[in-house]
């Protein structure tokens, strides 16, 4: 089997279509088209301004859609539902990320995380057995979709089972069926064929006495009889609207608008979108996935430069990897190509530098400040006549709203109806490296925006070097900034002319050594995932957090941190268990040092499979601090409470990530951390 020679391009389609259908609907979601009409008449451009909301927002259609298909990356090729809702709870922090957070048996997904964390395997914790069929047929299952088709291009049978596996973690009935038709759906638009084609192959897919099955038929009747898309939709609102459904958002209503847009949309990307958007209801749920298909279907070429621009490929991803939650559609693209060659047993490409500009427009989140930035096949064009930057967001932006330290609240704040976790994607110490081109001399210098300890964003530039033309590497090690995390980074130009940005990237262990800034401010916090009960602002150390139940945890996450020592001081408030993790792979995949009464244990988590790989007897006392110290070298553990050392070597070894401090049913103090290169 061999993947298509434009894969990778029609891919970042597909994923910039699904992001720019959010970003046009998320602003309007829940609106009747009645309201739509009065206030915008038909919805043709962004309409946040116009409602007092930022474009790039969390949001859960993108974070499901691009997180959950890690389950790839978890459990290999050969998984079903019982694996990807393994993922779930590896992925999703309680009440703060991916997931509208509702409620039981008011949030669907909700709902059905609760069931696999209370022990119950997917595909019963979304069956209707369980939950009951108005909950278990909500339109949750086809929004989580996209990612899943786009691993299986050209191939229906597979896109069909990966979409049934994923679909029934949390649904069942009539939701899954229109999962699996959407994704039968997209997997065949990578070749482009007539869109009756693909909906012949979707209503294939569904039981034929099913209503599904009768809204395709009458959606396509209405198209062959009614010229006009409002009138079908009258139609579509009487016969099949909210008022026949029960709960808040259900799969039936939502799935007939996007059959309603794909077929009077004739083909074409921005007027599916905009008929799509004007009909209402769920809109950033169904313009995502109309989005997607569209993308897939029509190619780069199809969208338009005045949707792309503004977006400027920026995508949060929000779950338990806080470093992959500030990304772009590229970085995103780049994993879903990865996971296609695992999931196809096809040999693994070399991966691509962070930024590399190589799909067709793309600017991967960069921005000019007195730099005009344009995209070019040889890579970003950095335009100056004077002095000016241009920089990339490595961390949350300084608009975004701080959430309650509490789980299960949503913060309404300007916009923002998603929690949205992230840890820096760069640190101190790391080694940052880019290829360059000028075409006139340069005076070129790394410039980065790391948060002050009052969230200010401070501007901190190296020394400046004058490039002639030509083609030159450039280098830079972050200095230590404490725990003071690095919001933006990018260069500082002076002259006038063209620097070609061919690539950038970075790597290696960072050099950390964190204690708490003498200031009022909260984004080093932040830096940490929140994944603990609560975190108590008024702590005198680094941090104060606890755990009413099970692990809590603090998470600064990574992907390729290999060898490091990990070093800490915590004191806890009760004789219950505290430690500390490496290589953590979101909440439930580390190695673990735990400080027990009367025991130290070193162990490897993997979901619910905890080992033992060592274990001495300890004695301490709450209020005590105590010195942890945890050294992972290629699956060699070292680890020291004290007096108590331990060692051991994992046969089957964790792949590299990031740290993590734990507690479990306790209250932890941490004084400070430290991170260092082995």
Request: proline content about 7%.
């Amino acid at each position: 089997m061999t993947l298509p020679a434009d894969y990778a391009e029609r891919v970042y389609a597909g994923v910039l279509g699904k992001m720019i259908g959010v970003y046009l609907g998320r602003p309007i979601e829940g609106w009747t088209h009645a309201r739509i009409v009065e206030r915008f008449g038909e919805v043709r451009d962004y309409v946040h301004e116009a409602q007092g909301r930022p474009l790039i927002v969390s949001d859960d259609d993108l974070s499901g859609t691009f997180a959950f298909v890690r389950a790839i990356e978890e459990h290999g090729p050969h998984l079903g539902s019982r694996e990807i809702g393994l993922t779930w709870l590896n992925q999703i922090v309680e009440g703060r990320s991916i997931l509208w957070w509702g409620g039981m048996g008011n949030s669907t997904e909700e709902t059905a995380y609760i069931r696999l964390k209370s022990g119950i395997p997917a595909p019963q914790s979304g069956s209707i057995a369980l939950n009951g069929r108005p909950a278990a047929e909500q339109i949750g299952a086809q929004i989580f979709i996209d990612g899943w088709a786009m691993l299986a291009p050209n191939n229906p049978e597979l896109a069909a089972r990966l979409a049934r596996a994923a679909a029934q973690v949390s649904h069942d009935g009539e939701a899954v069926d229109a999962a699996v038709a959407l994704a039968v759906m997209e997997a065949l638009a990578f070749t482009r064929r007539p869109l009756e084609e693909l909906l012949d192959a979707a209503q294939a897919t569904l039981p034929p006495e099913g209503t599904l099955a009768r809204l395709y038929r009458d959606v396509r009747q209405w198209h062959a009889t009614l010229p006009n898309w409002r009138d079908a939709f009258a139609e579509l609102e009487k016969y099949y609207g909210y008022h026949l459904y029960p709960g808040n958002v259900h799969v039936i209503p939502n799935h007939g608008v996007i059959l309603l847009s794909l077929l009077y949309g004739g083909g074409d990307f921005e007027e599916t979108l905009v008929i799509c958007n004007t009909c209402g209801w769920d809109t950033d749920c169904n313009v995502g996935n109309v989005g997607a298909l569209m993308g897939l279907l029509c190619g780069l070429n199809a969208i338009p430069e005045r949707w792309r621009e503004p977006v400027a490929d920026r995508l949060f991803v929000c779950s338990a990897e806080g470093s992959r939650a500030v990304t772009d559609a590229v970085q995103v693209t780049d994993n879903l190509v990865r996971l296609a060659h695992v999931l196809h047993g096809l040999p693994l490409p070399e991966r691509p530098p962070r930024y590399h500009f190589r799909l067709p427009g793309s600017v991967q989140g960069f921005q000019g400040e007195g730099v005009e930035v344009q995209p070019y096949p040889d890579g970003l064009h950095l335009t100056v006549n004077g002095a000016g930057r241009a920089t990339v967001a490595t961390f949350l932006p300084p608009e975004v709203p701080n959430p309650h330290d509490t789980p299960y609240t949503r913060n309404l704040g300007q916009g923002w109806n998603y929690t949205l976790l992230a840890s820096p994607t760069l640190h101190p110490g790391q080694r940052v490296t880019a290829r360059v081109r000028v075409d006139a001399p340069l005076t070129v210098a790394w410039t980065l925006d790391h948060y002050d300890a009052e969230d200010q964003p401070v501007t901190l530039n190296a020394e400046a070097t004058l490039l002639q033309p030509g083609t030159h590497d450039l280098t830079w090690t972050v200095p230590d900034l404490r725990a003071l995390p690095v919001a933006r980074i990018g260069l500082q130009l002076e002259g006038a002319g063209t620097l070609i940005l061919r690539h950038l990237d970075w790597q290696g262990v960072p050099t950390l050594q964190l204690t708490r800034p003498p200031g009022a401010g909260q984004m080093w916090r932040r830096a940490w995932i929140n994944a603990a009960g609560r975190i108590d602002i008024k702590s005198p150390g680094l941090m104060r957090f606890s755990q009413h139940e099970g692990v809590g945890q603090l998470l600064l996450d990574a992907r390729d941190w290999t060898s490091l020592r990990l070093r800490a001081v915590m004191s806890a408030q009760l004789p219950a268990p505290l430690g500390l993790a490496v290589h953590t792979r979101g909440l439930r995949r580390h190695y673990a040092l735990w400080v027990r009464p009367g025991l130290v244990e070193l162990v490897r988590q993997r979901d619910a499979e905890r080992v033992v790989l060592a274990q001495a007897p300890s004695l301490w006392e709450p209020g005590e601090r105590l010195e942890l110290c945890l050294t992972v070298v290629e699956g060699s553990l070292q680890a020291r409470v004290g007096r108590a050392m331990l060692e051991a070597r994992d046969p089957n070894p964790l792949p590299p990530g990031g740290v993590a401090v734990l507690c479990e049913a306790n209250g932890v103090d941490v004084w400070e951390v430290q991170v260092q290169p082995i």
